[in-house]
């Protein structure tokens, strides 16, 4: 019930938006270059969606694979921060110096490194996603009941057993958490490097249309990556909700 409510909101909240869109570009009378209207922005889509699909794919696979690969070694490095004063004293500080520098910057970088295929923005996709799955993780690891962890340490279990049996279980809340931030920032990671240096992918999209000033296609571009970029984050929550139906943040909401 819940759920259908929620998308009945999204679904009116988006209607109204286009509606009011498609209003003010009947009024206001802009050029097309400067504000297409959404009837216009679809009959784009229309006009070659396998051309349109096949770049969403470059870019999809760009920020799945930098996705994983921050999530997985994320992962690892939350749980040795957690583990090692040694790694959270550098590893820990090396990551916050990393996550203040703008990744477009870093972008030509990787470029000159591994070249203009699929890895460089694999890579930028990953330095922007994976800080985001280190905090949380850390936080949920740390955040468990001091009583619980003295029960376990009473009956003798070794670090590897508290982390699997106790610290990660209590974890899970806090990773989904960090994992629907780092699905963004996943994506606006391979969008930055297809910005930089691609032949293909929604960002060489949205760049070679700026350039010939055929703005249609841009926006279209824009709406693509809006409705991916939502269903990414509604995968991750189906995840959640699939992994951990018993966090409390669900029980309240159900």
């Given at each position: 019930m819940e759920t259908g409510k929620r998308t009945l909101s999204v679904l009116l909240v988006l209607v109204a938006f286009l509606a009011f869109w498609q209003l003010a570009v009947m009024l206001l009378r802009p050029p097309e270059y400067l504000l297409p209207s959404p009837v216009a922005v679809a009959k784009?889509?229309?006009?070659?969606?396998?051309?349109?699909?096949?770049?969403?794919?470059?870019?999809?696979?760009?920020?799945?694979?930098?996705?994983?690969?921050?999530?997985?070694?994320?992962f690892i490095a939350a749980v040795g921060i957690v583990y090692s004063r040694i790694l959270e004293n550098t590893l820990y500080t090396l990551l916050v110096a990393l996550?203040?520098?703008?990744?477009?910057a870093l972008a030509p970088l990787f470029i000159i490194w591994m070249g203009t295929g699929l890895t460089s923005k694999v890579a930028v996709s990953f330095t922007?996603?994976?800080?985001?799955?280190v905090v949380d993780t850390v936080l949920g690891l740390r955040s468990i009941d001091p009583d619980a962890l003295?029960?376990?340490?009473?009956?003798?279990?070794t670090p590897l057993q508290i982390l699997i049996r106790l610290r990660f279980p209590n974890s899970l809340p806090y990773l989904f958490a960090g994992m629907k931030v780092a699905i963004s920032l996943a994506l606006v990671g391979a969008i930055a490097g297809e910005f930089v240096a691609s032949?293909?992918?929604?960002?060489?999209?949205?760049?070679?249309?700026?350039?010939?000033?055929?703005?249609?296609?841009?926006?279209?571009?824009i709406v693509l990556l809006g409705v991916l970029g939502t269903i990414l984050f509604f995968i991750v929550e189906v995840?959640?909700?699939?992994?951990?139906?018993?966090?409390?943040?669900?029980?309240?909401?159900?």
């Amino acid at each position: 019930m819940e759920t259908g409510k929620r998308t009945l909101s999204v679904l009116l909240v988006l209607v109204a938006f286009l509606a009011f869109w498609q209003l003010a570009v009947m009024l206001l009378r802009p050029p097309e270059y400067l504000l297409p209207s959404p009837v216009a922005v679809a009959k784009e889509l229309g006009t070659a969606p396998e051309w349109y699909l096949s770049h969403a794919v470059r870019t999809i696979g760009a920020t799945l694979l930098g996705f994983a690969a921050a999530l997985g070694l994320g992962f690892i490095a939350a749980v040795g921060i957690v583990y090692s004063r040694i790694l959270e004293n550098t590893l820990y500080t090396l990551l916050v110096a990393l996550n203040s520098i703008p990744k477009i910057a870093l972008a030509p970088l990787f470029i000159i490194w591994m070249g203009t295929g699929l890895t460089s923005k694999v890579a930028v996709s990953f330095t922007i996603a994976v800080f985001a799955i280190v905090v949380d993780t850390v936080l949920g690891l740390r955040s468990i009941d001091p009583d619980a962890l003295d029960l376990f340490k009473s009956v003798r279990a070794t670090p590897l057993q508290i982390l699997i049996r106790l610290r990660f279980p209590n974890s899970l809340p806090y990773l989904f958490a960090g994992m629907k931030v780092a699905i963004s920032l996943a994506l606006v990671g391979a969008i930055a490097g297809e910005f930089v240096a691609s032949q293909a992918g929604l960002g060489y999209v949205i760049l070679a249309a700026q350039g010939s000033f055929q703005t249609t296609r841009v926006f279209a571009a824009i709406v693509l990556l809006g409705v991916l970029g939502t269903i990414l984050f509604f995968i991750v929550e189906v995840l959640e909700w699939v992994v951990c139906p018993w966090h409390v943040s669900h029980r309240e909401r159900s």
